[in-house]
Nanobody, 125 residues
Framework: QVQLAESGGGLVQAGGSLRLSCAAS????????MGWFRQAPGKEREFVAVFARNGDTYLADSVKGRFTISRDAPKNTVYLQMNNLKPEDAAVYYC???????????????????WGQGTQVTVSS
């Protein structure tokens, strides 16, 4: 099994920044890709960013130019640097990891095997 623990959420004013961290533990050797999803009240959980095992990164169009994803492989940790936050970025952010090697489904929540508990991000206008 793999456990994911997020940290770094909180309250920030619009235009501000936050950095989320997600540390994986357990059978981390099974993990190929690690990423972030978010879910706002009344909405479906949506893809935000992923750091693939080969070093490729992908970001949702809504966060490109503002968010950056990085990964510290020896620490089994992935980070999401969020700059210029907007009220519409407010959501619970979930870390996710998967063992699939199907690159066509990197942004599909159904392809992820492990999930963190989520961390709340609130953006005030």
């Amino acid at each position: 099994q793999v456990q994911l623990a997020e940290s770094g959420g909180g309250l920030v004013q619009a235009g501000g920044s936050l950095r989320l961290s997600c540390a994986a533990s357990g059978r981390t050797g099974r993990i190929y890709d690690m990423g972030w999803f978010r879910q706002a009240p009344g909405k479906e959980r949506e893809f935000v960013a992923v750091f693939a095992r080969n070093g490729d990164t992908y970001l949702a169009d809504s966060v490109k130019g503002r968010f950056t994803i990085s990964r510290d492989a020896p620490k089994n940790t992935v980070y999401l640097q969020m700059n210029n936050l907007k009220p519409e970025d407010a959501a619970v952010y979930y870390c996710a990891a998967r063992t699939s090697t199907d690159y066509s489904s990197l942004n599909s929540r159904g392809s992820y095997d492990y999930w963190g508990q989520g961390t709340q991000v609130t953006v005030s206008s």
